[in-house]
């Protein structure tokens, strides 16, 4: 089936365990588009074309526009979803968990390893080797929701241009984005496998940068975690000023990790972590929409929400610099 030949109507949001994207995707598969123009469009995007929707550009059409028929104003959800996910994925959450696990209901139970005996201990001609259990967790996992409701009339931003309108519900998903950060750093401070004092209380030195990096033994240390005050002063560091100009879209400490700046974090403590093993983020859905209510233009309110929790997998991989 082509693009131009696919029916949409509002069931589509509603098939069990498949995004709208996802249905489109099987429906109109991109493969069968290689060689072509369209090659590079997704499904959803190749639907935009078809009904000559500008989300961008100097021809970027109004929020009406999804209107113009029953079935172009099936794609205006996943308009909002797109908008807000990506205002989202602007936080530094991908670049702090190591996993992202997707599941259906509010509820999680990870997998404890019990490691304890030194992997330098050697084993003897015909010993039993050291033993390691990696058990279900006796503890149950309850995501938290966040989300936002928007009240918002169709008169109000049916003239609203696409990507204005589109600019807006980025700023709502950074926004939101950083909750869920904020979230994380929490289960990261709370869990981590060591917590070392700066040497002058309330003064952050370099020096104190060189002890969280030395706390890592097995593990790198990848990231920095640090309030957009800390982020400042660490900035200020003589040893920042040539890293700096160097990496100015990416901003990386002397021995290699990179500093995130985290919206809301307390002043009171760095986090530093390996990427690669310390944590688990764990979503119970994708962003949801009421998506009938936007398909039929009634946008009294736009409800969005996920849900999302987080656990540490590996303790040692994660260590706290206090104030």
Known sequence: MMYQELKLEKGMYHISGKSFSQVLEQADPSAQYADTPMEGLDAYERQLKRFEIHVAGPMCDRVEKFFSTTESAVLFPEFIRRAVRSGVE?????????????????EYVGGVLSDTEAYSTKTTQGAALPTATYLESSTVMRLDKFGRAVHASYEAVRRQRLDAFGAVLRSIGVKLGNAILGQAILKLNAEAGSTVDV???????????????????????????ASPKLAAQIMTMDQMKEMASAQPSRILLPFGAQLLKCAGMSDDYLIGLDQ????????????????????????????????????????????????
């Open 199 to 225: 040497k002058t209380s309330g003064t952050l030195t370099y020096a104190d940068m060189i002890t969280l990096y030395g706390a890592f033994r097995d593990f790198d240390m990848t990231a920095v975690l």
């Open 276 to 323: 690669k093993f310390a944590l688990e983020m764990v979503t119970g859905s994708d962003l949801i929409l009421e998506t009938d209510k936007l398909i039929d233009s009634q946008l009294d309110t736009i409800a969005m929400s996920i849900r999302v929790g987080f656990r540490v997998m590996t303790a040692d991989a994660v260590h706290v610099l206090a104030m």
């Open 90 to 106: 602007q936080s530094a959450l991908s670049q702090v968990t190591a996993v992202n696990t997707q599941i259906e209901g509010g």
